[in-house]
């Protein structure tokens, strides 16, 4: 956790990668969120039978209006930079075949009744009962495997993603932060005062050893505190 996949995600797509960004955090939905509730329905015969069908699920519905409101302020931001040919450029916005990236944070944060649902829709782009999302959409999900209250990606999961592993290194993120510049300070020396009393920190309370129960390696230990029980980040 806390490495900056949201954020590098984030970047990449508006910048790099031209793609209106839809985030959902997956540690908010239920299985009504990804199913839709049950409507039960009579077809109408004289026997009365009832049958099943499903509501428009609530995640299909923020996908659909978030994309919507991307596609609207883009074609705004279109309009204010390009002026009076800024329809040339709609145009061919409106003909890309890939206009929007879903990023589904803390994906393993939920049930596996969530995870099933999603997964057909990264498989197959579609929710079922005809609520499908456009076929060019990108999908990507976070995901920290080792983290407290996080479910195991599942077999059944793996088969329809592609998994990149991620992981921090301190030593990179201390002198990273060593070879930031803050200039204005009120206090010259205040960022060098900082520094050293952070990195005391973190030899007195940090873990000592790497923790391999819980994930945590050699490089990535001094961005856990040993507090007795499980390590905090």
């Known amino acids: 956790p806390g490495i900056g996949k949201t954020t ?3 970047e990449k797509v508006t910048h790099d990668l031209d793609l209106r960004y839809i985030y959902i955090n997956c540690s908010n ?5 990804v199913t839709g509730m049950p409507l039960p329905s009579s077809d109408g015969k004289g026997d009365k039978k009832i049958s099943t069908a499903f509501s428009a699920p609530s995640l299909y519905k923020t996908i659909v209006e978030d994309m919507q409101q991307a596609d609207k302020d883009h074609v705004a931001f279109l309009r204010h930079k390009y002026k009076d040919n800024a329809q040339e ?11 929007y990236l879903i990023f589904f944070d803390e994906l393993n944060r ?19 009962g005809g609520y499908d999302i456009p076929e060019g959409t990108v999908m990507v999900g976070a995901i920290n495997p080792k983290d407290n209250g996080a479910e195991t990606l599942t077999g059944h999961m793996r088969d329809v993603v ?20 803050f200039s204005n300070l009120e206090f010259p020396q205040a960022q060098e005062i900082v ?10 309370f940090s873990l000592a050893e790497p923790d391999s129960e819980n994930g945590i390696t050699m490089k990535q230990r001094k961005f856990y505190l040993a507090t007795g029980e499980a390590p905090t980040y």
Do not use: C, M, Q
């Open 29 to 33: 939905l239920s299985p009504e969120d």
């Open 8 to 10: 590098f995600i984030y």
């Open 195 to 204: 520094l050293d009393i952070f990195e005391k920190f973190v030899d007195r």
């Open 89 to 99: 450029h709609i145009d061919e916005y409106e003909k890309k075949p890939f206009k």
């Open 110 to 128: 939920n049930s596996h009744k969530v995870f099933n649902g999603i997964r057909k829709l990264l498989l197959e782009k579609t929710f079922g």
């Open 162 to 181: 592609d998994v990149i592993d991620a992981s921090a290194d301190f030593n990179k993120t201390l002198t990273y932060i060593k070879n930031r510049k």
